[in-house]
Nanobody, 123 residues
Framework: QVQLVESGGGLVQAGGSLRLSCAASGRTFSSYGMGWFRQAPGKERDFVASISSSGGITFYGDSLKGRFTISRDNAKSTVDLQMNSLKPEDTAVYYC????????????????WGQGTQVTVSS
């Protein structure tokens, strides 16, 4: 079992930045690929970014690379999502997830999920 807890969400104006963090506990964090997803009201949960177990490979959802950066610290068992130049359409609940795969973009590929943190971007 892996337990994931997100933090860092909040209200920010368009153009601003937020840094989300996900703290993991349980099984060896460094053996899991990690991902961030988001879900806006009435919409499906979408892939945001992923990072391999070693941190050497990152992947981003469409149009997010350049604004969002995923990183991890295996010594601290954390994975972060730096979000810059935020837009109102980035408003969603953001979820951290863990997968046994090196890279995965589909929800179904992830085994463990956090409870989510709300990000609201005002115009």
């Amino acid at each position: 079992q892996v337990q994931l807890v997100e933090s860092g969400g909040g209200l920010v104006q368009a153009g601003g930045s937020l840094r989300l963090s996900c703290a993991a506990s349980g099984r060896t964090f460094s053996s899991y690929g990690m991902g961030w997803f988001r879900q806006a009201p009435g919409k499906e949960r979408d892939f945001v970014a992923s990072i391999s177990s070693s941190g050497g490979i990152t992947f981003y959802g469409d149009s997010l690379k350049g604004r969002f950066t995923i990183s991890r610290d295996n010594a601290k068992s954390t994975v972060d999502l730096q979000m810059n130049s935020l837009k109102p359409e980035d408003t969603a609940v953001y979820y951290c997830a863990a997968t046994s795969l090196s890279r995965a973009t589909r929800n179904s590929r992830y085994d463990y999920w956090g409870q989510g943190t709300q990000v609201t971007v005002s115009s």
